[in-house]
């Protein structure tokens, strides 16, 4: 992995909802690493503002992430949304799922980190938790396969 020296300025609200899934993250005693995953990364290096954001998670589901995001928010007296879950569907090309859920007005979608083994005979792959080298080679573009890590506030490149 190469940690790159550019600088990513965020906005105030992406400062907001990175500290609150940090929060969140401790609130909750998980051991977890919190990446934004590709178009965002991509967008933020080249100067531009971006609302593409992909949370990965490195040992769990997005969906149980971002139930606790909710649940947090609650506790504080701040407004919550109702969590959506794009289920892994394998026949359409959809091998992951996906929660969605609405953070301070900004849509926010939660995924594991994962690995994708393709058999001879099929083009259907076999997904499991996967590490972010892992997660990003099977990405379709290297820009794509830039991560921002939340935890150390660093661009990865694998």
Not at 16 to 35: E, M
Not at 115 to 137: M, V
Not at 145 to 157: G, R
Request: charged share 25%; net charge negative.
């Amino acid at each position: 992995m190469h940690i790159a020296k550019h600088a990513i300025n965020l906005t105030a609200t992406e400062k907001r909802i990175f500290g609150l899934l940090l929060d969140v993250r401790q609130a909750n005693n998980f051991n977890t690493v919190l990446r934004v995953a590709g178009g965002w990364v991509r967008d933020k290096v080249l100067g531009r503002d971006s609302d593409d954001i992909d949370i990965t998670l490195d040992n769990m589901m997005g969906r149980a992430f971002a139930e606790k995001v909710n649940e947090y928010l609650k506790e504080k007296g701040e407004e919550t949304h109702t969590l959506a879950v794009i289920q892994a569907n394998p026949d359409q090309s959809k091998h992951l799922e996906t929660a969605t859920l609405k953070v301070y007005n900004h849509w926010i979608d939660f995924a594991n980190l994962r690995s994708e083994d393709y058999s001879s005979n099929s083009r259907i792959p076999t997904i499991a938790f996967g590490t972010p080298e892992q997660d990003a080679l099977r990405r379709d573009f290297t820009i794509n396969a830039l991560f921002y890590n939340i935890n150390e506030c660093v661009i990865e490149d694998y």
